[in-house]
């Protein structure tokens, strides 16, 4: 499956393309124009929203012997050579792998030297706040006398990192989330240059799950291409592809429940399991969908605080007039507790049905003999997992003996923290972009039951993970929503289960109290692009 086809093929190569940053893209092209070109830019935001690509436009524009209204032409030697990548003006630097002061020093001894064809020598430091103290002292110095023909262009997903001395010497730009509506244009578009079918429906679904980053969602286009190679993209495929749910089916799904008509709910889910949905999946996303309902009912504007199409906040809010505050609770409450369980179970299917029968009859909760009975087959089938073999130390001698695989509580507790963790996973993982997200919604977050040390250990559970045990901005990412969540920073590995058979890595069960204090923490979404503002 070719990654990241799209968005390499289809990279905005002038100001004109680019989507969803108009407030950058009108200042920068006035400078030009006016020839007020400054020395030092600074571009923060999300990943994937096109700082980079901004960054070559404007070196090509800058160095462009005939620009048009200030986007570069594109057909002059210095733009084909930058756009080739072999002009000696764009320096382009990866702060993340190149972030000493021996790296920074090179490039003070390089702008001595005035460019020996076109005007500027444009320096693209990405990930900057990857510099050591000392590079950023070093950088500080160039930016303080910057030569006359040097432009750096300093690229960030954050720019709290960035000392202030730095700060103050650049001019900023703050790249926005893209809008799903801008997004869903730009994908349109270029279906259409590749001669791709495909359903408005599933264009904006692919949108909505970029979750406001261009790369993201054509990241996910290209999966749903790849998998349907030839045939027009419905929206039955993308779910398929995504491994999603319609909303429209959590909306019916719900109604059923607030009626408690348990048979038509236990048929929905049914239906679902025989189109082949995920139940995991499923689990995780109808409890978004009852948090959604929860924040309609509690919020005076709902748009803002939740993302969706007009048509379903319609459905949204008629659903919260059929029903209270507390019920939502108890049923996202039910739903958090099967989130966290499924995930290990062998019988998922019926763990599903035995909540869905919670909320269509609360009084069962206290009287579910019959479904105690369905979770005592389950328990006895935990019993009988293959017996393992357990060394035991006991003074000097090491005794071997043959001891049942423990299932819960492994050889040493989860440390308190990863248990706060994995109370809230499932709002950790949705505060995560796309691709990633979609990826981390397969995931198992583990621990070293051996150890018993505070380190995550995330495991993918499907191919989709690949990508991320290399991908240090993922593993910053959800390092950082972790912090905000706990309050302080954990040590955190990613792998795919395939991948590495570690049998030392067990499962993380989360205290009853810890669940109690964690699990209703829904958290308010921001406002896509707000929290980038200053
Ligand atoms: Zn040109």
Redesign the pocket.
């Known amino acids: 499956m070719s990654y990241t086809a799209l968005y390499r093929k289809f990279r905005p190569d002038n100001f004109a393309d680019v989507k969803g940053q108009d407030h950058i893209v009108t200042t920068l092209t006035n400078q030009i124009n006016a020839s007020r070109i400054g020395h030092a830019y600074l571009f923060c935001g999300t990943r994937g929203t096109g700082k980079t690509t901004v960054a070559k436009i404007l070196a ?1 524009a800058v160095n ?4 048009v209204n200030g986007s ?5 030697e ?2 084909r050579a930058i756009q080739a990548g072999t002009s000696m003006n764009v320096i382009e630097i990866d702060a993340a792998s190149n972030n000493g002061v021996d790296n920074i020093r090179e490039i003070r001894e390089e702008v001595t030297y005035r460019p020996t064809e076109g005007n500027y020598k444009v320096y693209i430091i990405d990930e900057v706040h990857m510099l050591s103290t000392g590079a950023f002292n070093a950088l500080l110095k160039t930016l303080e006398e910057p030569p006359s023909y040097v432009i750096f262009i300093l690229a960030t997903t954050e720019a709290h990192k960035i000392p202030i001395t730095i700060l103050s010497r650049c001019q900023r730009y703050d790249f926005h989330r893209i809008s799903i509506d801008t997004i869903a244009d730009r994908l349109t578009e270029l279906l259409h240059a590749e001669g791709v079918e495909a359903e408005e429906k599933a264009v904006r679904y692919v949108a909505k799950a970029g979750d406001g980053s261009m790369r993201d969602a054509l990241s996910l286009l290209d999966q749903c291409i790849a998998f349907y190679l030839g045939q027009t993209l419905t929206y039955d495929k993308v779910l398929e592809v995504l491994g999603a749910v319609d909303t429209e089916v959590f909306s019916k799904l719900l109604r059923k429940v607030l009626t408690g008509d348990v048979t038509a709910a236990i048929r929905i889910l049914e239906e679902l399991i025989v189109g082949g949905r995920e139940l995991s999946q499923f689990v995780g996303d109808f409890t978004w969908y009852m948090r959604n309902l929860l924040l309609v009912k509690t919020s005076d504007n709902p748009e803002e605080a939740i993302d969706v199409s007009s048509e379903n906040l319609r459905l949204l809010k008629e659903e919260s007039e059929m029903t209270d505050i507390d019920t939502l609770m108890r049923y996202i409450r039910v739903f958090s507790e099967l989130s966290n369980q499924i995930r290990f179970a062998t019988q998922k299917r019926v763990l599903v049905e035995i909540a869905l029968i919670k909320l269509c009859r609360p009084a069962m909760e206290t009287n579910l003999d019959s479904v105690l009975d369905r979770i005592r087959v389950l328990e006895q089938r935990i019993d009988e997992r293959p017996v393992q073999q357990v060394v035991v130390r006991s003074g000097d001698e090491s005794v071997t003996e043959m001891r049942k695989e423990p299932v819960v509580p492994p050889q040493k507790a989860a440390p308190e923290d990863l248990q706060k963790i994995v109370a809230g996973w499932k709002v950790i993982v949705g505060q995560t972009t796309a691709a990633f997200k979609q990826a981390l919604l397969q995931s198992v977050p583990k621990y070293n039951g051996e150890t018993g040390e505070p380190v995550l250990y995330v495991e993918f559970q499907t191919p989709l993970g690949r990508l991320y045990p290399d991908d240090s901005d993922a593993k910053k990412e959800l390092q950082e929503i972790i912090e905000k969540q706990l309050g302080k920073s954990i040590e955190l590995h990613m792998l795919v289960a395939e991948d590495h058979q570690q049998t030392n890595l067990s499962q993380i069960t989360v205290d009853q109290a810890i669940r109690e204090n964690i699990h209703m923490d829904v958290q308010i979404e921001e406002e896509p692009g707000s929290h980038l503002e200053d």
């Open positions: 090509k462009c012997q005939h620009p570069p032409c594109n057909e002059c210095m733009c």
